[in-house]
């Protein structure tokens, strides 16, 4: 073991700094932070208390009690948020002077915190500290991450030992004991963020990346099907345009190949239950703007289109606005007349006072204000067209500016059917179309038999032709 370097030439010199020492007054201890021996005045962190720390001494003993890391400010086993603090403010070294201790009548030395090696070199010791409230040395790195449970568990060290004559050698042997030596490990594992929390938040974030762009893609997917008016499944989950994709997609795409080939029953995302969820998200996504675009406006139209769809009443929910495009300086450079389709409302009482009731629920709802609305289209039923007791009428109640204009599809649907009556070839070939359909339909054998014939390349699904449907007419000609 080398020799212990003199801190004095002499011992005059000597004597002489210690009568200096007792002469001032007792300030705050030093709080080292960084992990090294150099300590770091508290009026350095906290200039502002300078005034109130000169000649106070309680004052000053709460101060460090505080913002230090002194063990005797916290237990024996201290919290996980009171063991991040004292991390992050490092092992607690204060430079003295040093009380003596009661028992041993020997006083600590700073000259403890480090040693020379067999190279003369100056090696810190980051463990060791020493408790100004305890009057005891510790050490930081078993007080706060040894293992408590272990069978050779020693709390000397934790709760702080007495200066000995040997106290030298008590340190070596401390710093040997397998107790310490896995504390240590702990610690670097610590600052070099290989802890466990470190380990399972690293592993979160990655879980977290990868099922993000899962649903990138997923998503994706579906607005491109949507915008091409396709179909997303099949007769059963594992099939259709949704997979199909999918599956094309992965052969360029680790991250969906990845996904493709988890083992059957692991969570991927890709149930008609999921597609479904985000095909309604996405839906309320679209309409939420479009609602938010109406309400800037100052004014809007609204049509109501009234249609039987499995033996139920609906509404069908139309909003004509005008899009406004902006330049860069937010002056008004193009305006778009749109035309959005908002859903459909199932009905239950079909009279005018119904469907009223059922449309200003339907536009408070969507926090729409009604005195905007500058227009209404319906049919020409006299339930929705009526003058007086129409629902156009009891709609200009609410909204005096709403003029009634009359439904331009149902009005085109109305003048087709009337052309195509004056024009006897048109009205004999659409007949003879219905008749086709009545021989058929009126008879399950003859409707099986056309059902199952083999001869032809494609089953034929026959349509009826709906007298006020011109697009009805379109459908029955297509299914021959």
């Not at 670097?188 to 290989?194: A, F, K, R, S, T």
């Not at 800037?296 to 499995?310: A, E, V």
């Not at 339930?383 to 599809?409: F, T």
């Amino acid at each position: 073991m080398s020799e212990r370097k003199r801190e004095y030439p002499n011992g005059a010199m000597k004597r002489k700094s210690k009568q200096k020492r007792e002469e001032q007054p007792a300030s705050v201890s030093d709080l080292d932070c960084n992990d090294s021996s150099e300590a770091h005045s508290p009026l350095d962190v906290h200039p502002e208390l300078e005034e109130t720390q000169v000649d106070d001494s309680k004052k000053s003993k709460e101060f460090y009690n505080i913002i230090s890391a002194d063990r005797g400010n916290f237990g024996d086993s201290p919290t996980e948020c009171e063991r991040k603090i004292i991390f992050n403010l490092g092992p607690f070294k204060p430079q003295g002077p040093f009380p003596k201790d009661s028992e041993t009548k020997r006083c600590f030395s700073a000259y403890h915190y480090s040693y020379l090696n067999k190279a003369g070199i100056k090696i810190p010791r980051a463990w060791l500290c020493y408790s100004n409230v305890l009057n005891k040395p510790y050490c930081h790195f078993c007080w706060l991450l040894a293992d408590r449970q272990s069978k050779s568990y020693s709390s000397a060290w934790v709760n702080g030992v007495s200066v000995r004559s040997n106290y030298t050698l008590c340190i070596f042997d401390h710093e040997n004991s397998q107790q310490h030596i896995n504390a240590s490990l702990s610690y670097n594992n610590w600052l070099q963020g290989n802890t466990i929390d470190t380990s399972l938040q690293s592993e979160i974030n990655s879980k977290t990346t990868f099922w993000r762009d899962v649903f990138y893609r997923i998503i994706n997917v579906i607005i491109t099907l949507a915008s091409c008016n396709l179909p997303l499944r099949g007769h059963d989950s594992d099939s259709g345009n949704f997979v199909s994709i999918l599956c094309l997609l992965s052969n360029y795409d680790p991250i969906l190949k990845e996904l493709l080939l988890k083992p059957k029953g692991e969570i991927n995302y890709l149930s008609p239950t999921i597609q479904n969820e985000v095909i309604n998200l996405l839906g309320t996504a679209v309409k939420n703007n479009i609602i938010l675009a109406i309400k800037k406006l100052h004014f809007w139209q609204l049509f109501w289109i009234q249609q039987d769809l499995s033996k139920i009443d609906q509404l069908s929910v139309v909003f004509r606005y005008i899009s406004i495009t902006e330049n860069d300086d937010n002056v008004p450079k193009e305006l778009k007349i749109c035309e959005s389709f908002l859903g459909f409302i199932a009905v239950s009482d079909s009279c005018a006072e119904g469907l009223k009731i059922e449309i200003l629920n339907t536009i408070k709802e969507y926090g729409i204000d009604l005195s905007k609305c500058r227009g209404q289209g319906y049919d020409g039923a006299n339930v929705m067209s009526g003058l007086y007791g129409g629902l156009q009428a009891l709609i200009k109640e609410h909204a005096p500016n709403a003029d009634y204009v009359h439904c331009a599809a149902h009005a085109l649907n109305l003048i087709l059917n009337d052309a195509a009556k004056r024009v006897i070839e048109v009205s004999t070939f659409f007949n003879n179309l219905e008749k086709i359909y009545t021989f058929f339909s009126n008879s399950i054998k003859r409707w099986t038999m056309l059902s199952n014939d083999s001869s032809q390349k494609y089953k034929i699904t026959l349509k009826k032709v709906c007298p006020t449907r011109w697009s009805s007419k379109n459908d029955a000609l297509l299914a021959v």
